[in-house]
């Protein structure tokens, strides 16, 4: 997540590793986290496994059939048949037959969807102290099987790494895509555009996907666009606020960037009656309420929905096939603070370490809490208000939105926060069908990824979401703490959570790899007699 001048998010992108922390210790020599363990988890791939029973909600935007039997050989779907009726015995000789030696995975009752991708998917970092382990089955409990990691903060070798091994399924974690960014504190400033391109050639040929970007000097964005198109690579940016007045949203599509990470750069595209953004005149961007603050300002100084210069921008972007990834989560304490930081799983599946990169600070990057004040959140607010109705008629329009969640940053935990990114969707206005949409096939495709996953077809990779409940009817059952209901004997209780996680054919319990997460926090706070305790208090 990176921070963009009014709001700078950058944290892990580009200088989170290098941040002093409060209470945490920063070590400059070492810029990656403890490597993943050795798989020890998972059934599988199986030379044939049978999901018997299920509804199934492809992820095309098709609503939901059932009962249907899905065949998978090794990692890839063969066969998806219906075989039956709601409500009635399904019939038998309907179904695919069992050979000897099949697995069979009996989901009557409950939904089948396709593994989830998170588009902006920071593999933790050294100064949030979240080793790999931690990350990777906090996604995987709660569906994730494919990431793109925006930036390789913990370096590109380091993610190339674990992407070699978790394709081939060696360690227990999504697939992987590696983006990579420019690294001036190794390398020095980029000052030509010969130099772009060389730094673009050399990722391509180390086997970087693509390039996450920030405010670049304009020939040096065109540069390197250009550059990355003709080496294969994709490109996403954050477009921080240094450089926003030079290079916009609206400008770098059509220069061909593939993908707009959050929203700076869209506000300044749609300014009308003013070229720059109106600062207060004693703001500094190195003061992260500065930054924060004035962010929730910025969509009401843009045209108005609907108005001609929006309508321009917006039948622009989608002439040129542009992909929005909002990541919403992860400025919603920006407008209600306590929610995000009393979020309940926090007790449990923070560890003290992420807890203190949390916490308020003038000099760590995203801990902008100086006075947070009623004031900001109104406006944070009214922007979301702004935000959404841009991102939902693009969707509307035909336009790519897709699901990131940048967690690890301002009180939002892997996994969690993207559940949360999927509620959010929802409150933007997209139908609970586009919301699984834009988790799966949308993801897939801006990835280029969808011939291969994203939705529930036969000829696809078997990558799949099970879960006990609808999750149409309430998105809250895929959190892996569950939904709170009443249950017969008016007692609460918990529903749903993610039951397996299955990717490339193998059958992870997504309620035990979140089980080895609460172990990897208990361990950690008995480790350092640590307790959560909110800021100001003892």
Known sequence: MQKSGSVVLSLVALVCLWLAVPGQAQDKEK????????????????????????????????????????????????????VGHPGVPIEEKKRPK???????????????????????????????????????????????????????????????????????????????????????????????????????????KKGADGLKLTSFRPDLMAAIIDEAKKQGLRTAAHLAQMGVARLNVLDAARLGLTTMEHWYGLPEALFAGRTVQDFPLDYNYNNEQ???????????????????????????????????????????????????????WHETYTLPSLWRFYTPSRKAHGSYWFFWSTEDEVAWRNNYRLWMTFVNEYKNRGGRVTTGSDSGYIYKLYGFGYIRELELLREAGFHPLEVIRAATLKGAEALGLDSEIGTVEVGKLADFVVVEENPLANLKVLYGTGAIKLDENNKPVRAGGVRYTIKDGIIFDAKKLLEDVRRIVRQAKEKEKFKITQPGTR
């Open 98 to 204: 069992a050979k000897r030696g099949d697995k069979e995975l009996d989901l009557a009752g409950m939904y089948v969807l396709p593994g989830f991708v998170d588009m902006h998917a920071h593999i933790g970092g050294v100064a949030q102290g979240t080793p790999a382990e931690y990350v990777f089955k906090l996604w995987m409990g709660h569906g994730i099987t494919t990431i793109r990691d925006p930036g390789s903060g913990n370096g590109l070798e380091w993610v190339l790494e674990h992407k070699a091994k978790s394709a081939k399924n060696r360690i227990t974690a999504p697939r992987i895509l590696a983006y990579t960014r420019y690294d001036a504190d190794q390398r020095g400033r980029l000052s030509t555009p010969e130099q772009a391109r060389a730094w673009v050639a050399e990722v391509a």
């Open 31 to 82: 810029k990656s986290v403890p490597k993943a363990p050795p798989r020890a988890e998972g059934e599988g791939p199986f030379d044939r496994l049978i999901l018997r029973g299920a509804t199934l909600i492809d992820g095309t935007g098709a609503p939901a059939i059932g009962p249907v039997d899905i065949v998978v050989e090794r990692n890839r779907i063969v066969e998806i048949k219906s």
């Open 290 to 344: 500065h930054r924060f603050g004035q962010a929730g300002r910025l969509w009401k100084q843009a045209a108005p929905p609907f108005s001609p210069h929006w309508e321009k921008v917006m039948d622009e972007l989608l002439k040129l096939d542009f992909t929005l990834d909002p990541t919403f989560t992860i400025y919603e304490a920006s407008r209600d603070l306590m929610r995000a930081r009393r979020a309940e």
